[in-house]
């Protein structure tokens, strides 16, 4: 039978002091802010299409690191979490990418007529 | 069984880590495989559909009647907001979790539900107005891969809200001091997962035309 232990002996509370401070999450949550209307501001201004996916791209994945690294406390935690996250998601990506391309490659044959 | 036991229960792994958290790790990685495949099929089909209504450009219906593009950018980019602010609410609840502030839970809780009820709520808005504008899911392939992507998104929003309801009555009666704060943390990391899969749908669905 186990025998009870504290949390703070498990070494838990130390590692959630590693979290953040709440003024971390302020200045995170107001840069999420300032990225998203930078986002919606950039669609609206048609000098910005010819780079405008490139930019939207990079502003989208600026907001998922910073949600990632300081709300979901990558930074901070167990490199093994962010094993678990990143590795699927890096085969989502991957996923996600190929498949476009494999399905753009596919309308393009089937366009011009070869398929 | 006492709370220290329960701690002890979750460190019975080879990692030293609270196995609760390991296994919604683990689970949202599956859902990143389950979103990709979502979003994978939205973009293979993105400028496919041969009949309107489309997202970004007018729409003409067989009436002759002239439709502006369907999708509402000023709705979705202020329901953005909403969300990205639910999560610093469900961060700040955490927060006060761990320092055993069981008033700054119940504060942070309570604003982050009623965010993300917003975000159901203009998500449902926005639902009625596309099928009002002649939007349904078998209309054409940009409805058929929005509605799925999108529903599937809400309805673990709403899966969101209902397991943080649950954690918030258990604040509510006292039952979430410091050494359970984890039950917090594994539904806020589910919470922080749907947001950012919206930073992701918004991005692809809504702004790249």
């Known amino acids: 039978m186990t025998a009870p232990v504290s949390a703070e002996a498990l070494g838990l509370a130390a590692h959630e002091h590693h979290h953040p401070s709440t003024a971390t999450y302020l200045k995170v949550g107001i840069t999420l802010i300032i990225l998203t209307a930078v986002e919606v501001g950039i669609y609206y201004v048609p000098q910005m299409r010819p780079i405008l996916v490139p930019c939207l791209l990079i502003l989208a994945i600026a907001k998922f690191a910073l949600v990632a690294a300081f709300y979901m406390h990558l930074k901070t935690d167990s490199r093994l979490f962010s094993g678990l996250f990143l590795f699927p998601l890096l085969i989502a990506v991957v996923i996600v990418i190929g498949l476009i391309a494999l399905m753009a490659y596919h309308f393009a044959f089937a366009i011009s007529g070869h398929i | 069984m006492s709370h220290a036991s329960t701690y002890a229960m979750e460190l019975e792994t080879t990692t030293g880590l609270p196995s609760r958290k390991v296994?919604?790790?683990?689970?949202?990685?599956?859902?990143?495989?389950?979103?990709?495949?979502?979003?994978?099929?939205?973009?293979?089909?993105?400028?496919?559909?041969?009949?309107?209504?489309?997202?970004?450009?007018?729409?003409?219906?067989?009436?002759?009647?002239?439709?502006?593009?369907?999708?509402?950018?000023?709705?979705?980019?202020?329901?953005?907001?909403?969300?990205?602010?639910?999560?610093?609410?469900?961060?700040?609840?955490?927060?006060?979790?761990?320092?055993?502030?069981?008033?700054?839970?119940?504060?942070?809780?309570?604003?982050?539900?009623?965010?993300?009820?917003?975000?159901?709520?203009?998500?449902?808005?926005?639902?009625?107005?596309?099928?009002?504008?002649?939007?349904?899911?078998?209309?054409?392939?940009?409805?058929?891969?929005?509605?799925?992507?999108?529903?599937?998104?809400?309805?673990?929003?709403?899966?969101?809200?209902?397991?943080?309801?649950?954690?918030?009555?258990?604040?509510?009666?006292?039952?979430?001091?410091?050494?359970?704060?984890?039950?917090?943390?594994?539904?806020?990391?589910?919470?922080?997962?749907?947001?950012?899969?919206?930073?992701?749908?918004?991005?692809?669905?809504?702004?790249?035309?």
């Open chain 2, 23 to 209: 296994a919604i790790w683990t689970f949202i990685g599956s859902e990143c495989m389950f979103f990709a495949s979502l979003i994978s099929t939205y973009m293979v089909y993105k400028g496919k559909s041969l009949a309107g209504p489309y997202p970004h450009t007018p729409y003409t219906a067989a009436g002759g009647e002239v439709f502006k593009p369907i999708l509402n950018i000023p709705l979705t980019s202020v329901s953005t907001f909403v969300l990205l602010m639910s999560s610093l609410g469900v961060v700040l609840a955490l927060a006060a979790a761990q320092r055993g502030s069981r008033k700054g839970v119940i504060t942070w809780l309570i604003v982050t539900i009623i965010l993300g009820s917003m975000f159901v709520g203009g998500q449902v808005y926005e639902f009625n107005s596309f099928v009002h504008e002649g939007l349904t899911l078998k209309q054409n392939l940009f409805g058929a891969s929005f509605f799925v992507l999108t529903g599937f998104h809400g309805a673990h929003v709403t899966i969101g809200l209902i397991w943080l309801t649950t954690i918030l009555i258990t604040a509510i009666r006292g039952k979430l001091p410091p050494d359970r704060a984890v039950n917090l943390d594994i539904a806020a990391l589910y919470w922080h997962f749907v947001d950012v899969v919206w930073i992701v749908i918004f991005t692809l669905v809504y702004l790249i035309p």
